[in-house]
């Protein structure tokens, strides 16, 4: 992931962080939940139909690609984790891994996690 990427959930997260916090009262907190992904690209199927084995990224890429965009919401305030629409379960499977392995690399205290599905057929 580029460097680009990374200070873009930063200030993202920093930004929706201060207003969040300009709303917040004792009676009426508000919180940011900081998404990762979509993305377009899967780990368990085919994305060429003339290829049925190509896939257009693997599990440890996917991983390491939610793993920085944690990294940039943590940094910039999140309270929450998002990983946003997931289609395909092994995406879903390197997400919630890049969550556990960074909150431990960094010996931070785990935030909540939300996750949003999406079933594209019957073969799910």
């Known amino acids: 992931m580029s460097d680009l990427v990374l200070e873009i959930n930063i200030q993202a997260a920093k930004l929706a962080r201060e207003e969040a ?3 917040s009262t004792p009676e009426k907190w508000r919180l940011v939940a900081g998404a ?3 993305t377009p690209k899967t780990c368990s199927v085919a994305s060429n ?3 049925p084995a190509y896939r257009s990224t ?3 890429e996917c991983k390491e690609s ?3 965009q944690i990294r940039g919401l943590v940094i910039g305030g999140a309270h929450i984790i998002f990983i946003e629409t997931i289609f395909d379960t092994l995406n879903a499977k390197a997400g919630i891994v890049a969550y556990l392995e960074f909150f431990e690399e960094e010996n931070l205290e785990k935030l909540p996690l939300f996750i949003s599905g999406t079933l594209t057929d019957l073969a799910g």
Do not use: A
Request: charged share 55%; aromatic share 20%.
């Open 36 to 38: 990762i992904g979509p």
């Open 58 to 60: 693997d599990f440890d």
């Open 49 to 51: 139909v003339d290829d």
């Open 66 to 68: 939610y793993k920085e």
């Open 21 to 23: 916090d300009k709303f």
